[in-house]
């Protein structure tokens, strides 16, 4: 069975100020990883993903995640954050081998950015 | 939102109604998700289907039925068999199933109230 733990409800960070939203999964085998982004009573939109390859993944609006394979996490980063980065943030795992095109979500976790 | 439309945006029920659900893409997407939503939760998988004229149970798939004549069509039918069906529901497409590294699409979601 695969799962994914986001183990913040909430994060709060300045304007400017670095942010990360962390995320760990488990799977039985490789896994692809995904952040989305979903806004107030809209649906989500994919940040990025960890295929293969380098750890750090670049995505959209700045975003970055650092798959950590022995700590069995997909941090989600962003160097300096803006107010309109304030959504509700999802990771999501699918493992490789079982459950082909079946993501799991995370809880999600709830990004506040205070001017 | 990209190329998935979900109608209605909402939708009231009285209990012991079917009402249906619509999703339509327009990405030339062999693969299509119904996910179900609640607060605090993340996203629950109710039926995903790879291809025209076949689909598969998620992890929550009783008290709701699909169907996929249509490429571009998977629309969600809640039954009054589902006992707590307030929620709000997302329509996600992806290219292929089998191919598990790309990314899903979603729709901007139906939020259903039972009366």
């Known amino acids: 069975a695969q799962s994914v733990a986001q183990p913040e409800d909430q994060v709060n960070v300045a304007e400017g100020n670095p942010l990360t939203v962390k995320c760990t999964y488990s799977v039985s085998g490789n896994p692809y990883l995904f952040w989305y982004v979903q806004y107030p009573n809209r649906g989500l939109q994919f940040l990025l993903k960890y295929i293969t390859g380098d750890n750090l993944v670049k995505g959209s609006y700045g975003f970055e995640a650092e798959f950590n394979k022995s700590q069995t996490s997909f941090h989600l980063k962003k160097p300096s954050a803006l107010v309109s980065d304030s959504a509700l943030y999802f990771c999501?795992?699918?493992?490789?081998?079982?459950?082909?095109?079946?993501?799991?979500f995370g809880d999600g976790t709830t990004l506040t950015v205070k001017p | 939102d990209g190329g998935i439309t979900q109608s209605p945006k909402y939708l009231f029920r009285k209990e012991g109604q079917n009402v249906t659900l619509s999703c339509e893409q327009n990405?030339?997407?062999?693969?299509m998700y119904w996910y179900r939503q609640d607060p605090g939760q993340g996203l629950r998988l109710i039926y995903y289907s790879q291809i025209v004229n076949d689909f598969q149970k998620g992890d929550i798939a009783e008290g709701y039925s699909v169907s996929r004549e249509k490429k571009e069509s998977f629309p969600l039918t809640v039954t009054s068999a589902q006992k707590n069906p307030t929620a709000f529901y997302l329509c996600?497409?992806?290219?292929?199933?089998?191919?598990?590294?790309?990314?899903?699409?979603f729709g901007p979601g139906t939020r259903l109230t039972v009366l």
């Open positions: 996600a497409s992806s290219v292929g199933l089998l191919s598990s590294y790309n990314e899903q699409f």
């Open positions: 999501a795992v699918r493992d490789r081998g079982t459950n082909a095109g079946k993501s799991t």
């Open positions: 990405l030339n997407h062999d693969a």
